[in-house]
């Protein structure tokens, strides 16, 4: 078989291996990171890709991301099936399954995940180096310190996150997920350093590439929605996360 994998820079060393086991022959396709922060543009993206992949002769088309703030609701299978994962955003992929993303939910909900390529490939890019768990990559303090910043200034930006809660109240844990890849350390000390400094815990949690192996092997059982020719995402309000749109 033949594939193509659409996928978010953030998972881009999890794609590359992913690939390179794979028993199909996998053609990779990588989007810049922080895109997600405009869902209709990143799903206008995404599509446009879909489109152009579904006349170059695929088998099918692979997505490596999750709903990502609903950027994935509403693409269209075209010509041949549309493979996604039902996962909420990247870190369901890091940590291999919605079950295990629950039960790291119900155990801290307020962490800030760190994860190599992430933070390797947002650094310069304006684009923030670590993960809430509220809403996936969006929401973070950070963004939303450096606009204050900018619209008030620093002083009124330090007195607006203290009124807010932000720094302490809503983040307990620092937590860097491992999984397995070379030059992580500074990553982790990174998370350290930002657990100290915040008053949070810090958590290694090892990472998981079930679901990137899965998806690239062709794999698809209950936990990846297979859209067919002209079937559409929606977004489920259940377990599911995501299913087609027509029913």
Same mark, same amino acid.
């Given at each position: ?65 999750? @709903?990502? +703030? $609903?950027?994935?609701?509403?693409? #269209?299978?075209?010509?041949? &099936? ?6 909420? /955003?990247?870190?369901?992929?890091? @940590?291999? +399954? $919605?079950?295990?993303?629950?039960? #790291?939910?119900?155990?801290? &909900? ?6 190599? /390529? ?130």
């Amino acid at each position: 078989m033949k594939y193509k994998v659409i996928g978010c820079d953030a998972l881009a060393r999890m794609i590359y291996l992913g690939a390179a086991y794979s028993p199909h022959i996998v053609d990779v396709e990588l989007l810049p990171l922080g895109l997600h922060k405009n869902p209709s543009d990143l799903r206008q993206r995404l599509q446009e890709r879909v489109d152009v992949a579904s006349k170059d002769g695929y088998d099918a088309i692979l997505m490596a991301y999750g @709903l990502c +703030g $609903r950027s994935t609701a509403g693409l #269209e299978a075209r010509q041949i &099936p549309l493979v996604i994962p039902r996962a909420h /955003d990247c870190i369901t992929l890091f @940590l291999g +399954g $919605r079950a295990r993303y629950q039960q #790291e939910q119900e155990k801290t &909900p307020g962490t800030y995940w760190y994860v190599l /390529d992430y933070i390797q490939r947002g650094a310069g890019s304006g684009t923030s180096l670590s993960l809430g768990s509220d809403d996936g990559m969006t929401g973070n303090i950070d963004d939303v310190y450096e606009e204050y910043v900018k619209k008030y200034g620093k002083d009124n930006a330090d007195y607006l996150m203290e009124v807010m809660g932000e720094w302490k109240s809503h983040y307990q844990r620092a937590a860097y997920i491992d999984l397995g890849f070379g030059g992580g350390e500074e990553v982790e000390q990174k998370a350290r350093d930002e657990a100290q400094r915040r008053g949070w815990r810090f958590e290694r949690i090892a990472g998981d590439m079930v679901l990137i192996r899965r998806l690239l092997n062709g794999d698809w059982d209950d936990d990846f929605l297979v859209l067919h020719p002209g079937q559409k995402v929606r977004m489920a309000y259940d377990s599911q996360v995501i299913c087609p749109e027509m029913e």
